[in-house]
């Protein structure tokens, strides 16, 4: 059973930065994409950015474009969310997901249900 735990978030003032990672145990897919997704309080969970684990391809959400850079470590089967120039409307719990379908089109990926697993979340706060 595939496991994934994220880390990283804190609380940080606004302009700095956070690299957030989420390390995956368990996995024994050949082929798959790894995402993160946020959800500030009261709004539904939003597409931030995935990685296509075989080919490395990313996709980001326009909103995050220029800020975000998602990366792997294929030894570790860990992903990465590097934020910088954080923003007050950044404040969210950030959640990584694995999609068991690494090879399907961008827009696929922009949605929850092609996730089937979830890790706890980490809580990034922006203060202005």
């Known amino acids: 059973q595939v496991h994934l735990v994220e880390s990283g978030g804190g609380k940080v003032q606004a302009g700095g930065s956070l690299r957030l990672s989420c390390a995956a145990s368990g996995l024994t897919l050949s082929t798959y994409a790894m995402g993160w997704f946020r959800q500030a309080p009261g709004k539904e969970r939003e597409f931030v950015a995935v990685?296509?684990?075989?080919?490395?391809?990313?996709y980001y959400a326009d909103s995050v474009k220029g800020r975000y850079t998602i990366s792997r470590d294929n030894a570790k089967t860990t992903v990465y969310l590097q934020i910088n120039a954080l923003k007050p409307e950044d404040t969210a719990v950030y959640f990584c997901?694995?999609?068991?379908?690494?090879?399907?089109?961008?827009?696929?990926?922009?949605?929850?249900?092609?996730?089937?697993?979830w890790g706890q979340g980490t809580q990034v706060t922006v203060s202005s």
């Open positions: 990685i296509k684990w075989s080919s490395g391809i990313r």
């Open positions: 997901a694995l999609s068991p379908r690494g090879y399907y089109s961008e827009t696929y990926y922009y949605n929850t249900e092609a996730y089937d697993t």
